[in-house]
């Protein structure tokens, strides 16, 4: 990749940035670059750049990538996941001081079906008495038997970081 006054930019950056662009067009080549630029400046004992991603196969893209784009000696302060695996992985540490119970399970989607399946699709959502009373008994589940399901790991991790 040519690395051109734009894309330098992004590398000399301090802060933040937000870069856009369509599929190829560089945005993960110049982010690994970015972590590289990011470790060579030094991070402190324990530090590791994060990749968070929406699914498995762009976390494999990634790595591949990672393979090309990063020296090896790097390659082990950067840690990749995707959001559901970075937020379990908060959550089955952490759960507790929101008061819930040291050990959690998922409810898995298959296993949610089982105690709302009689609720019509159409009918979910705040008007319907029934789906109101499955959305507490979710909330009961997770702070008393440590069950929750994947749509409130977001929610519940950002509980746990604010």
């Known amino acids: 990749m040519e690395i051109c006054k734009l894309r330098q930019s992004l590398l000399d950056c301090q ?23 990011r470790i060579n400046a030094g991070l402190d004992p324990g530090q590791s750049v994060l990749f968070l991603s929406f699914s498995r196969a762009a976390v494999a893209r990634l790595g591949e990538a990672m393979k090309q784009e990063v020296p090896r000696a790097q390659r082990s302060q950067l840690s990749m996941q995707t959001f559901h695996s970075f937020f379990w992985s908060l959550l089955s540490a952490h759960a507790y001081l929101l ?26 959502n ?3 008495a029934d789906w109101r009373a499955w959305l507490v008994r979710r ?4 702070r008393q038997d440590g069950r929750i399901a994947f749509d409130l790991f977001a929610r519940n991790s950002e509980a746990l970081l604010t």
Not at 112 to 119: A, D, M, P, T, Y
Not at 139 to 142: G, Q, T, Y
Request: hydrophobic share 35%; no cysteine.
């Open 15 to 37: 802060g933040h940035a937000l870069v856009l662009g369509g599929p190829g067009s560089g945005k993960t080549t110049i982010a690994l670059k970015k972590a590289v630029v």
């Open 99 to 124: 008061g819930a119970p040291r050990k959690l399970r998922i409810l898995l989607p298959q296993d949610e079906q089982v105690e709302f399946g009689s609720i019509k699709p159409r009918e979910r």
């Open 139 to 142: 909330e009961e589940m997770f």
């Open 126 to 128: 705040e008007t319907n």
